[in-house]
């Protein structure tokens, strides 16, 4: 059988998926913008207008797009981006002296920035084929579950149903759902040529673009600065974006404990080592979703800032806070909790006119998230949202500290003090940017000033929250992703001190030599990341590293991967979007390939029904145990036939996987019934419809 290129199948898709996605992140805003005239948008250069025009796109798109699938239909929401297109056409016509002389200005740095970023985004996200061996990225193990949302919710529309739980009834999807949506929109736009996991690619590519752009716009904006400098201060903010913490550090020690053999297990990621504090070039990668809540989040005050001279600003800024919180729930927490301060704060300052558009804005905001924020409600697993807490520090396990002192005590005791060197660690350069900084206003003499102030208190807020609350819900996200807010601060005053090297100083030389050398950890960091996430997989088949459980249970990780995706391909040439595949619940984590490539519901698709991601808990236990009948874990006890099942439950296809317990069993189902498909490490299983005849195997 010939070798199918999935590969080039990703590569072209993603590429496909990339060409579409300013339809729905760069025409909206451009219109928008220029209708309202946000910053003076008819007298900008071209280059401010787009820049302007993708983070305003991301940040109001979202939920418009929600409220006329929710309230219209999927027509109205159409026609809207058409009419969109027209007009940015007829705009575009106006224009068209000025786009040419943009053109002819075109920067080549900022060409290649992109095309560097497109490169990046491609390497870590397609799978990499070698020969007949097919290897996700380590970022699968999210980029999957996405991938299933982004399916449902082209398939089942908005709000979107959960595609991991069946009890007999739709459940509805309880996630911040809003990003996955727009690359829904992508994905229905492209047809057959995109996949979903395709359309997330492109989306993570137009993510960080949004992001390049808003730190473009803020520095224009909100700092004032122009011409010469103003591309400085940009150039270095983009390099900057690429620099994470010291964690290269700890992670190649722990690599080494592994080369000794101290240690059994490498770590697939340089943030995994401790408590996330994800970077922009990780968190583009492995949540997007979190990247784009930012983009609106911090657009969002860019437009509350002059929303006092200019009132028709307060509705894009509610429409972009709206966004935010179905976008990514722990990011617009942590926002809501600064707004809440800031607003104290221009009371406090007598600036009441800035309290009353904030105040407006908070209430309209949360008048059009209401629908989306009632979409959620429902039966769950109860328990608060949050707790508190001090923020974890793998290395405070080394101290000792007796039997006497309780858990809590210790967390507060040990990780509080410990704390610094955390945040050193997961910080790095940034960490010294904001002790620089601090030291450079004492040395003014100054008071803050407005901006700074706005800053200050924005990274205040952002690091009590995210050191002192955790998210209950799984992971910590809240931990990871609520620094995004920090992060972005932390970057802008990093670009302005690099940028300008007179503000430097007032440093030593060694202090001087200290930000490089942090600088290349931070940049060495990144680097090594990208490569043990991409490379992770295809060094365990060689035998370099450990296998990973979730992804592979001995060396042939490639061969099953090329293997199960070809199953599913074929799967989706005799079913419909709505037909639901089950597979064993009883997985490692998730069932990562079957999320990825199966792009079809499940009745069950883990023991716990995922019924985080919306439906009864209590109704799950009665349909898994019918899934489990036909995946016993004693594969002696295997039904010969899955007939009981099909007519218990409406099940499509059934699937079989060689490393279920059950396809050791020569007498079960999965050797004596006949596959519709079959190959060395899959067999699949129709089940009988009135309206269909069993396909004959393969």
């Keep these: 059988?010939?070798?199918?290129?999935?590969?080039?199948?990703?590569?072209?898709?993603?590429?496909?998926?990339?060409?579409?996605?300013?339809?729905?992140?760069?025409?909206?805003?451009?219109?928008?913008?220029?209708?309202?005239?946000?910053?003076?948008?008819?007298?900008?250069?071209?280059?401010?207008?787009?820049?302007?025009?993708?983070?305003?796109?991301?940040?109001?798109?979202?939920?418009?797009?929600?409220?006329?699938?929710?309230?219209?239909?999927?027509?109205?929401?159409?026609?809207?981006?058409?009419?969109?297109?027209?007009?940015?056409?007829?705009?575009?016509?106006m224009d068209r002296r000025r786009w040419r002389l943009s053109l002819a200005r075109q920067s080549y740095a900022i060409a290649g920035i992109l095309a560097v970023w497109l490169a990046v985004c491609l390497f870590s996200l397609v799978d990499l084929q070698i020969g007949d061996r097919l290897y996700y990225p380590t970022s699968a193990l999210d980029y999957s579950v996405r991938t299933a949302f982004v399916s449902s919710i082209g398939t089942t529309g908005v709000p979107p149903q959960n595609p991991f739980f069946q009890p007999g009834h739709p459940v509805t999807l309880r996630y911040h759902y809003f990003w996955l949506m727009m690359c829904s929109l992508a994905k229905q736009a492209g047809g057959s040529a995109i996949s979903p996991r395709q359309a997330l690619i492109g989306g993570t590519f137009w993510a960080g673009v949004g992001l390049m752009s808003l730190l473009a716009i803020y520095l224009r904006i909100f700092m004032a600065r122009t011409g010469e400098a103003f591309r400085r201060?940009?150039?270095?903010?983009?390099?900057?974006?690429?620099?994470?913490?010291?964690?290269?550090?700890?992670?190649?020690?722990?690599?080494?404990?592994?080369?000794?053999?101290?240690?059994?297990?490498?770590?697939p990621s340089v943030?995994?080592?401790?408590?996330?504090?994800?970077?922009?070039?990780?968190?583009?990668?492995?949540?997007?979703?979190?990247?784009?809540?930012?983009?609106?989040?911090?657009?969002?005050?860019?437009?509350?800032?002059?929303?006092?001279?200019?009132?028709?600003?307060?509705?894009?800024?509610?429409?972009?806070?709206?966004?935010?919180?179905?976008?990514?729930?722990?990011?617009?927490?942590?926002?809501?909790i600064f707004l809440a301060v800031w607003t104290l704060v221009t009371l406090s300052k007598k600036w009441y006119r800035e309290t009353a558009v904030l105040c407006a804005a908070g209430v309209l905001s949360l008048l059009l998230a209401l629908p989306y924020l009632h979409d959620l409600s429902g039966p769950g697993a109860g328990g608060p949202l949050f707790e508190f807490t001090v923020r974890q520090f793998s290395l405070a396990a080394l101290v000792p500290t007796g039997r006497a002192l309780s858990q809590t005590w210790r967390r507060i005791l040990v990780n509080g003090t410990l704390l610094p060197l955390n945040y050193l660690l997961e910080f790095g350069l940034f960490f010294l940017i904001a002790h620089y900084k601090w030291r450079?206003?004492?040395?003014?003499?100054?008071?803050?000033?407005?901006?700074?102030?706005?800053?200050?208190?924005?990274?205040?807020?952002?690091?009590?929250?995210?050191?002192?609350?955790?998210?209950?819900?799984?992971?910590?996200?809240?931990?990871?992703?609520?620094?995004?807010?920090?992060?972005?601060?932390?970057?802008?005053?990093?670009?302005?001190?690099?940028?300008?090297?007179?503000?430097?100083?007032?440093?030593?030389?060694?202090?001087?030599?200290?930000?490089?050398?942090?600088?290349?950890?931070?940049?060495?960091?990144?680097?090594?990341?990208?490569?043990?996430?991409?490379?992770?997989?295809?060094?365990?088949?060689?035998?370099?590293?450990?296998?990973?459980?979730?992804?592979?249970?001995?060396?042939?990780?490639?061969?099953?991967?090329?293997?199960?995706?070809?199953?599913?391909?074929?799967?989706?040439?005799?079913?419909?979007?709505?037909?639901?595949?089950?597979?064993?619940?009883?997985?490692?984590?998730?069932?990562?390939?079957?999320?990825?490539?199966?792009?079809?519901?499940?009745?069950?698709?883990?023991?716990?029904?995922?019924?985080?991601?919306?439906?009864?808990?209590?109704?799950?236990?009665?349909?898994?145990?019918?899934?489990?009948?036909?995946?016993?874990?004693?594969?002696?006890?295997?039904?010969?036939?899955?007939?009981?099942?099909?007519?218990?439950?409406?099940i499509d296809t059934l699937v079989a996987k060689d490393t279920d317990p059950v396809w050791g069993n020569l007498t079960s189902w999965v050797w004596t019934e006949r596959p519709a498909y079959s190959n060395a490490y899959m067999r699949l299983f129709r089940c009988p419809s009135p309206d269909r005849t069993l396909t004959g195997a393969r």
Excluded at 36 to 56: G, H, K, Q, V, Y
Excluded at 304 to 324: D, E, G, I, K, V
Aim: charged content about 15%.
């Design 1 to 93: 059988m010939p070798v199918h290129n999935f590969m080039i199948e990703d590569l072209l898709g993603a590429l496909k998926s990339v060409a579409l996605f300013p339809l729905f992140l760069l025409v909206p805003g451009y219109v928008a913008a220029w209708l309202l005239d946000l910053f003076d948008f008819r007298r900008r250069t071209m280059a401010f207008r787009l820049s302007l025009a993708i983070p305003l796109s991301i940040s109001i798109c979202p939920i418009l797009t929600y409220l006329g699938f929710r309230f219209a239909s999927a027509a109205a929401v159409w026609a809207g981006y058409a009419a969109a297109v027209v007009v940015f056409v007829l705009l575009a016509l």
């Design 233 to 267: 201060h940009t150039f270095t903010g983009i390099l900057l974006l690429a620099i994470t913490g010291l964690d290269i550090v700890p992670s190649l020690f722990l690599l080494f404990l592994y080369a000794r053999g101290t240690m059994s297990f490498v770590l």
């Design 271 to 336: 943030e995994w080592w401790n408590e996330h504090v994800d970077w922009f070039v990780y968190s583009s990668l492995w949540a997007p979703h979190a990247l784009t809540a930012t983009i609106a989040c911090f657009t969002a005050f860019l437009l509350l800032w002059n929303a006092p001279t200019w009132r028709r600003y307060t509705l894009p800024a509610a429409l972009a806070l709206a966004t935010s919180a179905g976008t990514s729930v722990y990011v617009a927490f942590v926002f809501a």
């Design 440 to 650: 450079q206003h004492r040395a003014a003499g100054r008071p803050l000033s407005r901006q700074d102030l706005a800053f200050t208190v924005m990274l205040a807020t952002s690091a009590l929250v995210c050191t002192f609350l955790r998210s209950t819900a799984g992971c910590n996200d809240l931990g990871w992703r609520g620094f995004l807010v920090a992060e972005f601060v932390l970057l802008l005053w990093a670009a302005d001190l690099f940028a300008n090297r007179s503000r430097l100083d007032f440093l030593t030389a060694h202090q001087k030599q200290l930000l490089v050398v942090f600088f290349g950890l931070g940049f060495a960091g990144t680097v090594y990341d990208l490569a043990i996430e991409r490379l992770y997989p295809v060094l365990a088949d060689r035998g370099v590293v450990p296998p990973l459980d979730w992804m592979s249970p001995d060396r042939n990780f490639g061969k099953r991967t090329y293997a199960e995706r070809s199953a599913y391909q074929w799967l989706h040439t005799v079913t419909v979007a709505t037909a639901a595949v089950q597979s064993n619940p009883k997985v490692v984590f998730q069932d990562t390939v079957g999320m990825i490539y199966g792009d079809r519901h499940s009745i069950a698709a883990d023991t716990s029904c995922n019924t985080g991601f919306g439906g009864d808990p209590a109704q799950c236990p009665p349909v898994l145990s019918r899934v489990l009948a036909a995946f016993p874990e004693d594969a002696r006890s295997a039904p010969a036939s899955f007939q009981d099942i099909c007519r218990s439950l409406p």
